[in-house]
């Protein structure tokens, strides 16, 4: 059984404060996505990342890929209350015909 | 990206009735499509994985028999909770895969009473 271990679960910052959130395997995955999600919608797919050592930028959002592909962080540069939803990571195994989840990171940006 | 819709978006039904939520690939075809029920400020849980033209996969503890779930075509899959009682309120959410991105729908929030 594959495990994403997402941390933190709970993030409550001001706006313009920076934050990463961390998700963590002891398993390699071929890939590995990262979501929003808003109340009352379904994820929204931010970005995937495929390389080891791979840093991919959306705006004030960088994220990165362990170099042995075990591990991601998202880093989120000025926060803005717009970011506010719940972030989550999602590995990709080609072996496996469906995505592990971490358990989220809900986060909440205060004006 | 490539579009997920599921209908409807909200379901409020008497305990003891069954409940269908429909599942469309719109621009593209889904061999497989997933089925997830998400509790409040949780992630997501898979349910079942849909196969077009055979049966559904379902995940330890989810009863196959309490939800239904049929994949006819290559841009549908449904999922009908039989018989539902109030601990099956909850937001459900379907997601196909294309070009190995998975794509997920709007979801449905069901609310047994």
């Known amino acids: 059984t594959q495990l994403l271990e997402q941390s933190p679960q709970f993030l409550s910052i001001q706006e313009g404060e920076n934050l990463t959130v961390y998700c963590n395997s002891s398993s390699v995955f071929s890939s590995l996505q990262w979501y929003r999600q808003e109340p009352g919608e379904g994820p929204v797919l931010l970005v995937t990342v495929v390389t080891g050592g791979e840093v991919k930028k959306l705006k004030r959002l960088t994220f990165q890929f362990g170099d042995a592909r075990k591990d991601s962080s998202l880093h989120i540069t000025a926060a803005q209350p717009g970011d506010t939803g719940l972030y989550l990571c999602a590995g990709d195994d080609s072996g496996y015909s469906t995505l592990t989840f971490g358990k989220g990171t809900m986060l909440l940006v205060s004006p | 990206g490539a579009v997920v819709s599921q209908h409807p978006s909200r379901v409020i039904c008497k305990s003891g009735t069954s409940v269908k939520i429909e599942c469309r690939s719109l621009?593209?075809?889904?061999?497989?499509m997933f089925w997830y029920r998400q509790f409040p400020k949780q992630s997501l849980m898979l349910m079942a994985t849909s196969n077009e033209g055979s049966k559904a996969t379902y995940e330890q503890g989810v009863e196959k028999d309490k939800f239904l779930i049929n994949h006819a075509s290559l841009t549908l899959s449904t999922l009908t909770v039989t018989s539902a009682h109030p601990e099956d309120s909850s937001f459900y959410i379907c997601s196909a895969r294309h070009s190995e991105t998975q794509y997920f729908g709007p979801g449905t929030r069901l609310l047994v009473l």
């Open positions: 621009d593209f075809q889904a061999t497989t």
